[in-house]
């Protein structure tokens, strides 16, 4: 310890100069809520996972075993009528609306939940969530990065799945007509085009389970829990949709609209039930996300 006069005197002033790295607002220099947790980083993150790479290669996987399993069955089912079943192996784009048709009541619900509800409740089983928040990430910040990454891999994987199955379609099935289970038949293109109005649909569609599986993980810290709640409300809502002594309270089930893109594959689309479904779909995943941010803004991060 320094008792000399003099060079007290100096380290005061020096101590009196010194730039403390403190701006205005009390945060420190140069720190900026915008660049913490930048959107590349957390898509790295989720892209590295085992959980990302094996349902990714799973789904890459399932319309060559699809095909096998025609392969190895019989083929007595008539390729100008019957069910989504019978016509699969009539043409390429017979082949994606079955794989869709076959993927929508479970796998493609199950791989959102999965992103969403797995995003938020996984750092906390982790306990890095809380060092997350005192890098300092903004809370609403840190949900809406990581609601957008599963938001990506959730769209990657949705159009994934279709785009594989065309190119295996082309090859063991050609480039036929896209035939309905009501005989209408549209040519190649505009096949194509139907499928893709499809996606696009199911994707919107498939915004509520995203909502609620984003609910879901900002209240727990089991991931498992999170996700597996998504799904079994998913899967709820379709019983409850077969009871048809719920009438009209059906058409508010999140999932009776489910497969109304099946009104794409004739000649003239009836965009009426589409559009129900995509307003139910949005005004459910709207209410969740605000629930969610609100529970995660005021939640007590002690993991």
Sequence with gaps: ??????????????????????????????????RTLPLRV??????????????????????????LAFELGSDSASQRSGG??????????????????????FLLPMIVALFFGDTVASEASWSSLKYLLAIPVPRLRLLRQKAL?????????????PAVALVVGLVWYGTGQLVSPSGEALPFGDGL??????VGYLAVHLCWVAGVALFLSVLTDAPLGAVGGAVLISILSQILDQITALEDLRDYLPTHYAFAWSDLLSSEADWGDMTRG????LAFALVFTLLAARRFTTKDITS
Aim: proline letters at 4%; charged letters at 10%.
């Design 149 to 161: 990454a599963s938001a990506l891999l959730s769209l990657f994987a949705l159009v994934l799945l």
């Design 193 to 198: 085009v139907a499928v893709l109005l499809a």
């Design 278 to 281: 995509a307003f139910s779909a």
């Design 42 to 67: 957390e898509l790295a993150r989720q892209l590295g996972r085992r959980r990302t790479q094996l349902l990714l290669g799973f789904l890459v996987l399932l319309p060559f075993l699809l095909v």
């Design 84 to 105: 989504f079943v019978d016509l699969a192996t009539s043409s390429a784009p017979n082949f994606v609306v079955f794989v869709l048709f076959v993927s929508g009541n």
């Design 1 to 34: 310890m320094h008792t000399d006069p003099a060079a007290v005197a100096e380290f005061t002033e020096l101590a009196e100069h010194e730039h403390l790295g403190v701006s205005p607002v009390g945060a420190a220099a140069g720190y900026r809520a915008g």
